[in-house]
């Protein structure tokens, strides 16, 4: 009983989830969430492209003491940090701070125990070695300090007695009490941390008054050594003055200081301290000159200069990106609820759709590597020839053209569109450009429109050119002869300008055909896309599907050939892709090769293995010729839109032939099934059914094309009849449901399909003896036999 609960609650929260889904999937389809956040995704990408700071970017910095070429003006007001008054006020907080000094008051004694185990361990080396060269670098190591020649002579002279070994605590004894630190403490306050009792307390005023440097205590031991020997301890008053002066200075040399600086506490305080602080700022009005022409920039406009550049670059980020990204995604989303509910089948396709957002972010990506970047690198390189031949001479057609072979011409036109304005963006004062972009690519997708020949891409090129050409030499007028960048010091003017415009617009289109002619081929591979130049290739007769069904299937390839006219004619009368439903019909029936036999245009009078074939057998062979196709298909990699035709050539239509007779065996008392249990399913295509315009031309004509065959007596009567039969039981049945093609495209197409049978079955002049020797009739031959 618990596990049954158990399964009910599972059930219960499957229930709710599939509800949630089903809700979000309704919203989606309803306010179209989806396309909102692609369009974010996309216009965050397309935004982090074409924003460039327009401030920082191109605000010219020079370094101090650099003669200025130009006047520089601040370009908008702006608060910015004054590093010299902020680093004063940060020097003077940090030197505000309470210190923490580590005391060690153990100090002197040990380095007095020093003292006396360097000199005891010196001694014992020249004991062991009487000899020994270098006694004075030995001493100098044993001490961990110099020893001077004089030094070490002084030391000679009074003996490695004991005496001099307790020499450090006789003189520097009433010093222990001393506070000494590296260097006189600057802050507002000074805690002390006793290393021997762990104990710390904060130095009075007077204490800190009276603490010394390690510098003023060497000069102390200095003085004391000075002293009159009356007035010196022994054995300090027993040797001469040069000696003491001499081992004094180098026992001053091995004095460290008791208070040693708390480095960590110091930054945990100093961390502590400037969590809170805040840069000073001052504000630059809009026009305030910061250095004039000829003048040397001061560190004042050179900081300037260099933060306001910082400033720009920070205010161009996240933020900024984040709300730019989001106004043009807002934007973009509306444009496509519009597109969603005005014109469908703009958008119909998410993969045309992405194809073409990428194409779009790949060419505003490499635009503006060429612009912001290179154009003015290559003018430098090139003095001789004007910036606008180098922003001509970018092939802006190679997006729209080779869009337009992938995705058609309507997204075409949207991406171009975009791609207009991301170049006048780009550009910001030359936005004229965007024009320029938006023409010249409308006209090389134009030029495209029927693309059934290389030829017609070389043509499209040479359109492409005439327009850069004389679009760019208008431009290049419009704004003075000169491209209104920041920095266009242009080497050449006048004439040549024009002139050198005009070739590099004429180079432009040329060389966009070309990079088309090359990407294409690339992308449709990879993108799984059938162009008008792959479809050129796939109607060559020697491609190895077609040659196979020429030899396994003579007369499936005679029916395709006759449905491609067919289709194609009715394509060209209804504006449709005529190319594309011609080579579509060449592979429709390419499911046929594997059992050629099982079908009527193949067996040519012959035995008909569907004789001995229980109907249902019969209708699943004639039915899989379709998944075969679809697999033959995709072996040889012909491309999705050749896929779509096989699969929806049929639709799903019954095979009534087979149905019928299923019923008819069923309806015999020896059956074993009643007519009832035949079920109409199982004598169905799978389908698809047609969803374009073109796949519905072309299952029209397949059918067409395979009743008229079937006519015994095709008369033009007969053949106008089984024809506007075939059509409307299609339009009956539901087939061309799916697809967009009108009523006026199915009459149109329905002309073209009774004019080229009528055609292919015209009557022909008898002439004289030319059935002579030939065998009687099908008809004739029965009639013998009867008689």
């Known amino acids: 009983m618990k596990g049954d609960h158990a399964g009910a609650f599972r059930e219960l929260g499957a229930g709710r989830y599939a509800r949630l889904w089903e809700s979000l999937r309704v919203s989606n389809r309803r306010y179209h969430f989806a396309d909102f956040l692609a369009a974010f995704v996309f216009s965050f990408l397309l935004v ?25 003006r601040m370009k908008r007001a702006v608060e910015i940090e004054d590093l010299d008054a902020t680093e004063t006020q940060r020097q003077a907080l940090i030197a505000k701070l309470p210190l923490t000094y580590d005391y060690d008051p153990d100090v002197f004694r040990d380095v007095g125990n020093e003292w006396k185990l360097a000199l005891q361990a010196h001694r014992q080396s020249l004991l062991h ?16 300090t110099d020893v001077s020649a004089d030094e070490y002579k002084a030391i000679e002279r009074v003996g490695l007695t004991p005496a001099l070994e307790g020499s450090f605590y006789a003189l520097s004894s009433s010093l222990w009490d001393l506070l000494v630190a590296d260097s006189r403490p600057q802050g507002g306050g000074l805690e002390m941390v006793d290393l021997r009792s762990s104990k710390s307390r904060v130095l009075k005023p007077r204490e800190v008054d009276a603490l010394v440097t390690i510098d003023e205590l060497r000069s102390l031991v200095a003085r004391i050594s000075g002293a009159s020997k009356q007035r010196l301890p022994p054995p300090w008053n027993r040797w001469s003055s040069k000696d003491v002066a001499a081992i004094a200075a180098l026992q001053g040399r091995l004095l460290r200081p008791n208070l040693t600086l708390n480095k960590k506490e110091f930054e ?21 000159v910061l250095v004039r022409e000829g003048e040397r920039v001061t560190r004042r406009a050179a900081q300037v200069m260099t933060e306001f550049a910082k400033v720009s670059s920070r205010e161009s980020r996240v933020g900024g990106l984040l709300a730019e990204a989001l106004f043009c995604a807002l934007a973009l989303g509306f444009v496509l609820l519009y597109l969603r509910r005005q014109y469908p089948y703009v958008l119909k396709k998410s993969k045309d759709v992405a194809v073409g957002a990428g194409l779009l972010l790949t060419s505003v990506a490499a635009l503006k590597l060429l612009l912001v ?27 729209a053209m080779v869009s337009r072979l992938l995705i058609g011409p309507r997204l075409t036109l949207f991406f171009s569109v975009l791609h207009a304005v991301c170049a006048a963006l780009l550009l910001e004062k030359a936005g004229l450009f965007g024009i320029y972009v938006l023409v010249t690519s409308l006209v090389a997708s134009a030029s495209l429109s029927q693309c059934k020949t290389r030829g017609a891409l070389y043509r499209a090129g040479a359109w492409a050119s005439v327009a ?35 070739v590099a617009g004429s180079i432009a289109g040329w060389f966009a055909s070309a990079l088309t002619l090359v990407f294409t081929p690339l992308l449709e591979n990879l993108l799984d896309y059938t162009t008008d130049l792959k479809l050129l290739e796939l109607a060559r007769m020697d491609h190895p ?5 020429v030899v396994k299937a003579p007369g499936t390839y005679h029916h395709s050939i006759i449905v491609g006219s067919l289709a194609e004619a009715a394509c060209e009368a209804v504006g449709a892709n005529a190319l594309l439903t011609r080579v579509g019909a060449y592979y429709h029936d390419i499911g046929k090769i594997g059992r050629a036999e099982y079908f009527a245009e193949n067996q040519g009078g012959g035995p008909n293995p569907h004789d001995h074939t229980r109907p249902h057998l019969s209708a699943k062979i004639i039915i899989s010729h379709v998944k075969d196709g679809k697999v033959l298909a995709e072996k040889h990699k012909l491309g999705k839109a050749l896929v779509d035709f096989i699969e929806t050539h049929h639709g799903t239509t019954l095979v009534s032939y087979f149905y019928n007779k299923a019923k008819q065996e069923a309806a015999k008392p020896d059956s074993t099934i009643s007519p009832d249990e035949v079920r109409e399913e199982e004598f169905r295509y799978p389908g698809p059914k047609p969803q374009t315009k073109e796949m519905a031309i072309l299952s029209l004509a397949d059918s067409c094309e395979a009743a008229t065959r079937s006519l015994q007596d095709p008369t033009p009567a007969r053949i106008e009849g089984m024809v506007r039969k075939i059509i409307q039981r299609a ?17 149109l197409a329905e002309r073209s399909f009774i004019r080229i049978l009528l055609g292919i079955h015209h009557n022909r002049i008898q002439y004289p003896d030319q059935e002579k020797g030939l065998p009687p009739p099908p008809d004739v031959i029965k009639f013998g036999r009867k008689s």
């Open 129 to 144: 070695d009487p000899d020994l060269k270098t006694p004075r670098a030995d001493l100098a190591t044993h001490l961990g």
């Open 468 to 502: 850069c050409a004389l679009l760019a030499v208008c431009l290049v007028a419009a704004w003075g002869g000169r491209i209104p960048l920041s920095s266009d010091a242009e080497h050449v003017t006048g004439l040549p300008v024009y002139v050198w415009t005009f």
């Open 48 to 72: 982090l492209m074409i924003r460039h700071d327009s401030s920082g970017a191109r605000w010219l910095v020079y370094k101090e003491g650099e003669v200025a070429s130009s006047t520089v």
């Open 731 to 747: 339009y009956a049945e539901g087939t061309l449901d799916e697809a967009d093609i009108t009523l006026r495209e199915i009459n």
């Open 268 to 288: 945990v305080r100093k961390v502590a301290a400037l969590k809170d602080f805040r840069p000073l700022v001052q504000r630059l009005e809009k026009g305030e």
């Open 545 to 549: 599907v077609l040659r196979d069904l």
């Open 373 to 399: 970047f290179q154009l003015e690198i290559l003018a430098e390189q090139f003095p001789s020839l004007p910036v606008s031949f180098f922003l001509f001479f970018i092939p802006v057609a190679t997006p």
